[in-house]
């Protein structure tokens, strides 16, 4: 089974074998974690691990008691399409606005 972790500023997804198949990118801003990025490594593709990070990620910013941007297309989608299991977890989230993709883009051009 695969395991979700948190490092800096990413979650890690460790495949079966060991190994970091993918990651789901962020930034913190005062209570919002801003998720801009998923990719899953092509040779894990088809496994369902981009749907696993996903959850896994965001039930780890809730219970770190923040609310989520959805930035990401891929998590924007993995949000919208699962509704229920959003609820239940109790996660709460918002697509960006101008302002949230401008500070991003000042963030990311700073690193």
Known sequence: MSEVRKANNHFEIIADDGNVAGRM????????????????????GGQGLAGAIARGGLEATKDEGQSVVAVCPFVRGWLEKHPSDVEEMGVEWRKPRPADLQWLDEELKEQ
Do not use: G, P, Q, V
């Open 25 to 44: 990118d962020f930034l913190d801003k005062a209570n919002e974690r801003i998720i801009y990025h998923t990719e899953i490594s092509e040779e894990y």
